[in-house]
């Protein structure tokens, strides 16, 4: 059986980008092997994410965070200094301060990264379906298309959670969305709408994102925040009625189709398993449960799993007591929605209306503990406080 000092299972968003900060760290010359099922071929999606503008003073605690995602700067597909909102009482640009929203097509970051391990003969890539990961005294232990495989550390980005547990919110971001190329000129490039709520909510929370490329073609997509998937007929559904409705594209053809479902759940991770096992990716638990948006964190988590691997020998990462608090505004967020404690689309206007800049700031959960009561203080406050008592019912006293 060949021995490797790292396996990563699942060579997807975040199995890749371990790899690459892996091969950019004193540890480039260990043995790798990265085992997935699928080649990675296909543009199956696309991230979103933000990040602070590099080119303003910073402080040195803010440039380290920035460095996370640096590598794939040169493969985005889109930078936006200014993005939109449709919400309840407003409509129009949101001011983000010297954040900027990016864009990168998951085609861009595969063939980025296949151009980039291949330069190294101490990786292996192999397309094999995982069938059993298991610690043992020697390592981590591995079984792909029957065959074994061991290592010091294996690196899993496969492991499905639970997203059952009553004890814990489960929601759903499900969503549809169709590249369309226009007759008639009509989106502003510059321009992406990040949330439009002209959509009937049937009490949940429903939305439209409009991705521009360029004044013809856009990505757009038809969101939802629950728990219950719908069909294909009902997203096309929403999604052809808000284009007819307030796109005057003249007539359009779909190019691309996309479809994804992300755990928005507060269940508890368990990213250190076992001795030789880490939990990477939404795996781990690095999707931010109140968003859905993972790309920036894994980024960030798996730039401090390979500087402790460096400085330390062992990769654990450890979360700040201080910084758990996040998790406890997630849960309560979570309750909101989950228990319709107040109508989602007003939410998410006084969050961006009222807080802006400070909101990107407390979504990376940067912001100070004063900050946040600020924050707060926008919010409805008997809802909010129901969902307080309620979380910490379900969660603390059990
Ligand atoms: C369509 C879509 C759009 C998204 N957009 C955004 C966004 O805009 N911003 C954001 O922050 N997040 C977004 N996300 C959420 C998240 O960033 C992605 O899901 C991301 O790909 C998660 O990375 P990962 O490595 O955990 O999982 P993946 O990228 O899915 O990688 C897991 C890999 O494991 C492989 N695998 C699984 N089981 C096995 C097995 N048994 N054997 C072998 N291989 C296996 C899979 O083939 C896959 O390649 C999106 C998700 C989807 C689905």
């Known amino acids: 059986m060949k021995k490797y000092d790292f396996i990563i299972a699942g060579g997807g968003m975040a199995g890749l980008s371990l790899a690459y900060y892996l091969l ?5 010359d260990r043995r790798i092997l990265i085992l997935d099922r699928d080649q990675k071929n296909r543009n199956d999606r696309t991230w979103c994410f933000w990040e602070r503008d590099p080119r303003e003073p910073l402080s040195p605690r803010i440039n380290q965070r920035l460095a996370a995602t640096r590598p794939f700067e040169s ?39 296949e151009a980039e391990l291949a330069k190294w003969p101490n990786v292996e890539q192999k397309q094999a379906t995982i069938q059993r990961i298991k610690d043992t005294p020697q390592g981590g232990f591995i079984i792909a298309d029957d065959e074994p495989y061991i290592a010091d550390y294996i690196f899993d980005s496969t492991f499905a959670l639970k997203l059952d547990q009553p004890e814990n919110h489960n929601l759903l971001q499900h969503f549809k969305g169709w590249v369309i190329q226009t007759k008639s000129p009509c989106f502003d490039p510059q321009r992406p709408e990040i949330m439009d709520f002209r959509v009937e909510q049937h009490g949940d929370c429903r939305f439209l994102y409009v991705l521009p490329f360029d004044e013809h073609t856009a990505l757009v997509e038809f969101t939802l925040f629950n728990d219950t998937l719908l069909t294909d007929a009902e997203y096309e559904a929403d999604l052809r009625q808000y284009i007819d409705r307030y796109l005057p594209t003249g007539g359009y053809v779909i190019c691309e189709t996309e479809y994804g479902v992300i755990p928005m759940s507060d269940e508890p991770t368990q990213e250190n398993p076992s001795e030789h096992i880490i939990r990477i990716g939404t795996a781990g638990g690095f999707t931010k449960p109140s968003t859905g948006y993972t790309f920036q964190r894994t980024q960030r988590y798996l730039q401090t799993i390979v500087k402790n691997l460096t400085d330390t020998g062992k990769p654990n990462r450890k979360e700040p007591w201080f910084k758990r608090r996040f998790k406890f505004y997630d849960s309560i967020f979570l309750n909101v929605l989950e228990k319709h ?58």
Do not use: C
């Not at 950019?24 to 480039?28: D, H, M, V």
């Not at 001011?95 to 929203?101: F, N």
């Open 341 to 398: 404690r107040y109508p989602a689309d007003d939410i998410f206007t006084r969050i961006y209306t009222e807080n802006p800049r400070r909101v990107f700031k407390f979504l990376d959960e940067d912001t100070y503990f004063l900050e946040e009561l600020r924050l707060f203080a926008t919010m409805p406050f008997w809802p909010f406080l129901s969902a307080f008592f309620d979380v910490l019912r379900r969660k603390v006293v059990g």
């Open 75 to 113: 493969i985005l597909f889109r930078s936006w200094k200014s993005i939109s909102f449709h919400g309840t009482t407003y409509s129009g640009l949101l001011d983000m301060g010297r954040y900027r929203y990016k864009m990168l097509r998951g085609i861009d970051f595969y063939s980025f990264m």
């Open 24 to 28: 950019q760290s004193p540890l480039r």
